[in-house]
């Protein structure tokens, strides 16, 4: 089947700097793509999402961009606090059947 | 309400132990899905209920047998579980409306250890 995949496992960051989160999809035919964080212990959280006709959306503190040209989804974290320490996760959504599809997931370290 | 809530917790049980697991929402969503976590991995669907249906069933193995009462409620219902079943097992609802976004909402999982 179709896969989602994250280029990197594990991420640590300098309070106060920005993140940038990557994430590889393979299905062209994708409506729209949600980023969820998870804390330890707990659910995914919904962060943001985006859909396939656009190619940047903004929310507070984060920043997701999609270039379906090379199939690749980005979050961007300003001012990474360590409340942001967390696995993050891509999520690949077609409505067509309604298929979901996480990604690999990145865990993100916020050095104090 | 804007809350997906799952009961228990936590949960330990012996491999002749029959248990349930419960999730609950009431934010109007016609569909809810059951999930497995392992450690550091991304969750992996098992079961998918639309409109109280079961529509997809993730060649999930007899001992998990999942149900859905009502729109607003969905069991996980555990008989002669295995060790590797270990894990947290998610929650999660979505409008179900054809065309819309599906964004799925989660709980906080039940977090299951198989002796």
């Known amino acids: 089947g179709e896969s989602v995949g994250l280029h990197l496992p594990t991420l640590s960051v300098q309070e106060g700097d920005n993140s940038i989160i990557n994430c590889a999809y393979s299905n062209s035919a994708s409506d729209y793509f949600i980023w969820y964080k998870q804390e330890s212990g707990k659910g995914p959280q919904f962060i943001i999402d985006?859909?396939?006709?656009?190619d940047k959306r903004q929310g507070q503190r984060v920043t997701v961009l999609l270039n379906k040209t090379v199939k690749h989804l980005s979050l961007q974290i300003a001012a990474t606090q360590p409340g942001d320490s967390a696995v993050y996760f891509c999520?690949?959504?077609?409505?067509?059947?309604?298929?979901?599809?996480f990604g690999t997931g990145t865990s993100l370290t916020v050095i104090p | 309400d804007t809350e997906v809530t799952q009961t228990p917790k936590h949960l330990v049980m012996g491999m002749t132990n029959k248990k349930s697991l419960k999730c609950e929402q009431h934010?109007?969503?016609?569909?809810m899905y059951w999930y497995k976590q392992k450690a550091k991995k991304p969750p992996e669907l098992m079961f998918v209920y639309s409109y109280e249906k079961l529509s997809i069933n993730e060649s999930v193995p007899s001992r998990f047998s999942p149900e859905c009462p009502n729109s607003s409620l969905l069991n996980l219902h555990l008989h002669a579980l295995q060790p590797e079943d270990s894990a947290l097992y998610l929650c999660?609802?979505?409008?179900?409306?054809?065309?819309?976004?599906?964004?799925?909402?989660f709980g906080p999982g039940t977090r299951l250890l198989v002796l």
């Open positions: 999520a690949e959504i077609t409505l067509t059947g309604n298929q979901f599809y």
């Open positions: 934010m109007g969503h016609r569909a």
């Open positions: 985006i859909r396939s006709n656009m």
């Open positions: 999660a609802s979505s409008p179900y409306q054809r065309g819309n976004e599906e964004t799925q909402y």
